[in-house]
């Protein structure tokens, strides 16, 4: 939540900042865990067991 687009992008539909908040609660009750591998998989050392996952973009 540091980004340049987080800054950004605090009333998009749909996903904006207050919603990445939110999920983030969903995830992590304690921030301490905030640099668990599954919360960003991008700097995770390895992928072996991890779940399979469908990942959607757009624009």
Known sequence: M???SYWKYTD?????SKDMR????MYVKDLDESK????SLAEAPSLI???SACIETAE
Do not use: E, F
Request: hydrophobic share 25%; aromatic share 10%.
């Open 49 to 51: 067991g991890q779940p």
């Open 2 to 4: 540091i980004t340049q």
């Open 12 to 16: 998009t539909p749909m996903c904006n």
């Open 36 to 39: 668990l591998p599954y919360l």
């Open 22 to 25: 939110k999920y983030l609660k």
